[in-house]
């Protein structure tokens, strides 16, 4: 069980943190260039890692309720005095993944990055009550200098820069795919 939560990590931090700028990078490309196709096409590939992704981790978080029942507070968590927030967490990162097989849905670069931002708002909350309280704490620096902004403006171009390249990698994955069905088909 440890192995794949660090499986799942890995994927977190190298390629679900990294959505958003990706595919704001496939709209830009399609958007400036002629090759709406391919950036389609790449963005089919978004959508249906988006939904692998998410059936692995229902599937981890159901087998976790189920046999480690300690571990997952779900009903202190679903009736607490913060349940609102837990059920709006727990839909956007199940239920709504999986309205991206609907095509029509799935073809739009908005709709996508909707989903994209939505899977992992839990994370985006904790990471906001982080830096807020760390703002609000008694004993930052009395010079108002601190690290803990340049850390976080290098974390953002990292990130930004993890889903451009993440983009053109998509981008050459599907030229590739489309080079290959047509040295087939001429063979």
Same mark, same amino acid.
């Given at each position: 069980?440890?192995?794949?939560?660090?499986?799942?990590?890995?994927?977190?931090?190298?390629?679900?943190?990294?959505?958003?700028?990706?595919?704001?990078?496939?709209?830009l490309i399609g958007?400036?260039?002629?090759?709406r196709?391919?950036?389609?096409?790449?963005?089919n590939?978004?959508r249906w890692?988006?939904?692998?992704?998410?059936?692995?981790?229902?599937?981890?978080?159901i087998?976790?309720?189920?046999?480690?029942?300690?571990?997952?507070?779900?009903?202190?968590r679903?009736?607490?005095?913060?349940?609102w927030?837990?059920w709006f967490m727990?839909i956007?990162?199940i239920v709504l993944?999986f309205?991206?097989?609907?095509?029509?849905?799935?073809?739009? *670069? +908005?709709?996508?990055?909707f $989903? %994209?931002i939505f899977?992992?708002?839990g994370?985006y909350?904790?990471?906001?009550v982080? #830096? !807020?309280?760390t703002?609000h704490?008694d004993?930052?620096?009395?010079?108002?200098?601190?690290?803990?902004?340049? *850390? +976080?403006?290098?974390?953002? $171009? %990292?990130?930004?820069?993890?889903?451009?390249?993440l983009?053109?990698?998509?981008?050459g #994955? !599907?030229?590739?795919i489309?080079?290959?069905?047509t040295?087939?088909?001429?063979?």
């Amino acid at each position: 069980m440890e192995l794949y939560k660090q499986i799942i990590e890995i994927v977190d931090i190298n390629v679900i943190f990294c959505l958003f700028p990706c595919i704001l990078t496939l709209m830009l490309i399609g958007f400036f260039f002629k090759n709406r196709d391919k950036t389609k096409k790449a963005l089919n590939i978004i959508r249906w890692f988006i939904i692998i992704y998410s059936i692995i981790t229902l599937t981890h978080y159901i087998f976790g309720m189920i046999f480690l029942s300690g571990e997952y507070a779900f009903l202190n968590r679903a009736t607490g005095p913060y349940w609102w927030a837990y059920w709006f967490m727990l839909i956007c990162a199940i239920v709504l993944p999986f309205t991206l097989l609907i095509k029509k849905l799935a073809s739009k *670069y +908005l709709y996508v990055l909707f $989903i %994209a931002i939505f899977i992992k708002s839990g994370f985006y909350f904790e990471r906001f009550v982080i #830096i !807020v309280t760390t703002i609000h704490r008694d004993y930052f620096p009395k010079d108002g200098t601190s690290d803990w902004m340049s *850390y +976080l403006f290098y974390a953002l $171009i %990292a990130v930004f820069l993890q889903g451009f390249v993440l983009a053109i990698l998509l981008l050459g #994955i !599907v030229e590739i795919i489309e080079k290959s069905k047509t040295l087939i088909q001429k063979a």
